[in-house]
């Protein structure tokens, strides 16, 4: 695994590429198989902390829930589109969906995308962002 880290990130460290596309950084127990979203030096569930190891996760998962934001908060440009996504390696994450018409259904396979989602001071940040499959 790859990291790529960008200065322009809105969460440092949370998110990569490498070849096969853009990723989440995750971490995993190597006593009982949890997968913790960003980096982490002991288990959630078990408390150990002498093998846990990085882990791409996030490349493909599917909506569990969803809402539009109408009034964005400054840096943003609204209506923008939110909610969790349920990713194959266990974990829920909340984050940006596709807006417009293309946006993803609950119960849609999506895909993540890292793209510019705020701009601050003439800046723009970006940040992961799940599109429907297909
Ligand atoms: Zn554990």
Not at 13 to 29: E, F, I, M, Q
Request: some cysteine.
């Amino acid at each position: 695994m790859s990291q790529t880290q960008t200065e322009d990130s809105l969460w440092p460290g949370l998110s990569g590429l490498d070849s096969r596309g853009p990723y989440l950084n995750a971490s995993k127990c190597g006593h009982c198989g949890t997968v913790m979203l960003g980096q982490r030096t002991r288990c959630s569930r078990c408390w150990a902390g002498d093998k846990i190891e990085a882990v791409a996760v996030g490349r493909r998962g599917r909506v569990y829930s969803r809402t539009v934001i109408h009034a964005a908060p400054a840096g943003y440009v609204g209506p923008y589109t939110v909610g969790y996504v349920d990713l194959p390696e266990g974990i829920r994450v909340f984050a940006h969906l596709q807006a417009g018409p293309d946006t993803p259904a609950i119960g849609d396979e999506v895909q993540l995308d890292i793209v510019s989602l705020r701009t601050t001071d003439g800046q723009a940040l970006t940040g992961p962002r799940y599109r429907r499959l297909g």
